[in-house]
């Protein structure tokens, strides 16, 4: 399999016609861990949702596809996602959605601790196991070395299964996997990614190495200040469009301080 994970080039993404989110551009490789930071509504969960393949009939790409490095048959496999708070087939049990995501889940059910919840119902859990249960069913389902995505995944959880998803996350990413998880805390993130997406107002603020962006700048990001954001933003590698847009911009702020000089 080939080690590129996933590559967007300017695509533009739609859910149910209406432009959620335009001009990412982002690659993803083996062995990488990427955090989606933004705030609510910033598009964070339905860009997780369109990587991983779901409701197709909402959500739509413009400018192409993503560039994937198997064949459509192999993608469910490769990628997962696992989504806050799910709540599917609540009358299920534990050991049966576990069975659906793959033939032999008790590694992924002992590593979650669920081991001795698997004849309970979803409906019966808690907050924090239907978690734990949700991250098990994505990992489990997973192959490796996959694309694990993750939305929001330390919600519900205490800070011992915090831990272990952390350890987790970066056991995957040892082995080869590449990761792209979303999450509020600013800290974590910082401290858990190697490279970082922020979101803002419908399109991407900051693409780059999580040791560039510091709290101060990740707060002008979110608040939505482009110009920072276009001087800041390295990205690991740019399309011809942005480039010539960065050109032009920069020669309009080059004729606007001629202007001022009167020359």
Not at 6 to 26: C, E, M, T
Not at 58 to 66: K, M
Not at 97 to 121: C, F, N, T, V
Not at 189 to 202: D, F, K, R, T, W
């Amino acid at each position: 399999m080939a080690a590129l994970r996933l590559q967007l080039d300017q695509l533009d993404l739609y859910r149910k016609g209406q432009k959620i989110l335009s001009g990412l551009s982002l690659r993803i490789d083996a062995g990488k861990i990427w955090v989606l930071v933004g705030d609510n509504g910033a598009g964070k969960t339905t860009l997780l949702q369109a990587l991983a393949g779901s409701c197709p009939e909402q959500l739509l790409w413009r400018g192409g596809q993503p560039d994937w490095p198997v064949a459509a048959p192999q993608l469910p496999g490769f990628r997962s996602l696992a989504r806050q708070g799910e709540g599917r087939a609540l009358g299920l049990s534990v050991a049966d959605i576990m069975h659906l995501a793959a033939p032999e889940p008790q590694k992924s059910m002992m590593a979650w601790g669920l081991m001795d919840l698997a004849k309970r119902r979803v409906n019966e859990l808690s907050a924090g196991q239907r978690q734990r249960l949700e991250l098990a069913r994505s990992e489990a389902q997973l192959r490796q070395p996959g694309l694990w995505l993750l939305d929001e995944p330390y919600a519900a959880l205490d800070r011992h299964w915090q831990a272990g998803l952390t350890a987790r996350i970066r056991a995957f990413s040892h082995l080869g996997g590449a990761v792209l998880l979303s999450m509020h805390d600013r800290e974590l993130a910082l401290q858990l990614g190697h490279q970082v997406l922020v979101l803002a107002e419908g399109c991407q603020r900051y693409v780059g190495d999580v040791a560039m962006l510091k709290e101060p700048a990740l707060d002008r990001l979110l608040s939505g200040d482009a110009q920072f954001a276009l001087q800041q933003q390295p990205f690991a590698f740019q399309s011809e469009a942005v480039s010539r847009q960065v050109a032009v911009m920069g020669n309009h702020a080059v004729a606007r301080d001629e202007k001022r000089q009167g020359v």
